[in-house]
């Protein structure tokens, strides 16, 4: 799924020697041009999935631009109509804009005057279509559904997983932090006849290193000072079902031996026990490092890599999978608003400018935070869009200056002092106006 470009215009005028210039004026521009020479022939072309805007003349013979306005809006109510009208009939066209008309351009014309109010409707556009997708996308999807993706990547990942869930093999996942290690190792465990058993996830990395031998092993009653009584381990805890080590690359050498021994006999043998106890358990370890590097290092054992890399499945992450993108947010983002009871809210510019520009690095993990964020309200969920004719002058400058300021912030992280130099203001200045718009630089600060 990737993010809507529109580029159509439906161009409807009956003076044929001024619609066919003005059309071949905006093909020159990269537009998708459609050309009608009555209202009527351009209903019958339109739709509500319209990927574009229409530009009509507000008089004309049989159904005038009024009439067309109405008849559009009870196909498609966001689709954006911008008019063009005689200086004698500027009033009719106000009384448009009224009635739902985006903006009207008054004949003649400078073209640039129609031009920036053709992208702007056209990024209006854009959000309205991208938003319907993302509903759409995101209740086709499902709350539960495991890995989100329609990425060529993702879908072979899918299909893999599919093939694995009911084998007996060990599986090593690698990945960077927040691709969704677990979530694929917990796939390949529900996926398989081992779902009715026990999945076990620990995080090696945050096991204390005095501890994890106990953790993972278990021990006996008084095998050592405050062993007060028998502590079943994470490995055997998991018999019969899934052991996932996630950060297996943070294991000890010593525990490292000890897990070897796991992997080849499947056997336990707990701290103080005096014989080994046979386990069934399919272990899935993961990694965000190159674990063969990490081998060269001499930080992972050697035979212990090549005991867990039986199968190796790679994560992708989010910066490989744009198309990915959409449908992950808007399934975050509506998960958020169902936990919250709220309604999800549209798609803003700031919003869908960033899913498309940044690189995320954190993966999935920072994109479902992200997303709980323009739930919250940090993240401009309002459309920042200046209207050319909502507000007065006062009010459209003051929305630009908000906006220009709240993308200084994010892309500055927050930090006042370049926010101030990229903005060329006086730090004084620049605290007035972030007092005046409401904004806070803490809270644009940590986002990545």
């Known amino acids: 799924m990737d993010f809507a470009r529109p580029s159509a215009v439906a161009l409807v005028d009956d003076d044929g020697d001024f619609r066919?210039?003005?059309?071949?004026?905006?093909?020159?521009?990269?537009?998708?041009?459609?050309?009608?020479?009555s209202a009527e022939a351009a209903l019958k072309a339109l739709d509500p999935g319209f990927p574009g805007v229409v530009v009509s003349d507000l008089r004309m013979p049989g159904l005038d631009g009024r009439q067309l306005l109405s008849r559009l809006q009870a196909i498609d109510d966001a689709l954006p109509v911008i008019m063009m009208t005689g200086h004698g009939d500027i009033e009719d066209a106000v009384e448009?804009?009224?009635?739902?008309?985006?903006?009207?351009?008054?004949?003649?014309?400078a073209f640039d005057r129609l031009l920036g109010s053709l992208k702007r409707a056209l990024e209006k556009r854009?959000?309205?279509l991208d938003n319907r997708r993302l509903t759409a996308a995101a209740a086709d999807a499902g709350l539960e559904l495991p890995l989100i993706g329609a990425s060529e990547t993702m879908v072979r990942l899918r299909d893999t997983i599919a093939q694995l869930a009911d084998a007996r093999l060990d599986v090593l996942i690698e990945g960077e932090t927040g691709v969704g290690k677990e979530v694929v190792a917990r796939a390949l465990h529900n996926g398989g006849r081992r779902r009715i058993h026990p999945f076990v996830a620990v995080n090696c990395g945050a096991l204390p290193d005095g501890l994890i031998e106990s953790e993972l092993f278990g021990h006996e009653a008084g095998a050592f000072p405050g062993a007060v009584r028998r502590r079943v381990g994470h490995i055997e805890h998991s018999h019969r079902g899934t052991l996932f080590l996630d950060e297996i690359e943070s294991?000890?050498?010593?525990?490292?031996?000890?897990?070897?021994?796991?992997?080849?006999?499947r056997e336990v043998q707990p701290i103080g026990a005096t014989q080994p106890r046979p386990i069934d358990l399919r272990i899935l370890a993961s990694s965000k490092v190159d674990l063969e590097e990490a081998v060269r290092a001499g930080v992972f054992r050697n035979d212990l890599y090549y005991r867990l890399n039986v199968i190796k499945l790679r994560v992708a992450p989010l910066r490989e999978?744009?198309?990915?993108?959409?449908?992950?947010?808007?399934?975050?983002?509506?998960?958020?608003?169902?936990?919250?009871?709220?309604v999800a809210p549209p798609m803003s510019v700031t919003v869908r400018r960033r899913l498309l520009d940044h690189d995320w690095p954190g993966n999935v993990r920072e994109l479902a935070h992200f997303a709980e964020r323009v739930l919250a309200g940090l993240e401009a969920p309002q459309s920042a869009t200046p209207s050319p004719t909502s507000d007065g002058l006062a009010e459209s400058l003051a929305r630009y200056e908000s906006q220009l300021i709240i993308e200084s912030l994010e892309s500055c992280g927050g930090d006042v002092v370049a926010v101030a130099r990229t903005l060329k203001l006086p730090r004084k200045t620049l605290y007035d106006k972030l007092q005046r718009h409401g904004l806070r630089p803490a809270d644009f600060r940590n986002r990545n």
Request: positive net charge; hydrophobic residues 50%.
């Open 20 to 37: 066919a210039a003005l059309a071949e004026r905006l093909e020159i521009e990269g537009f998708d041009v459609t050309a009608h020479s």
């Open 96 to 109: 448009a804009l009224r009635h739902g008309a985006y903006d009207f351009v008054a004949k003649p014309f």
């Open 126 to 128: 854009a959000l309205v």
């Open 251 to 265: 294991m000890p050498m010593a525990v490292q031996i000890k897990l070897l021994r796991v992997i080849e006999e």
């Open 321 to 342: 999978r744009r198309d990915d993108i959409p449908l992950l947010f808007g399934h975050f983002l509506r998960r958020a608003a169902t936990r919250e009871g709220r």
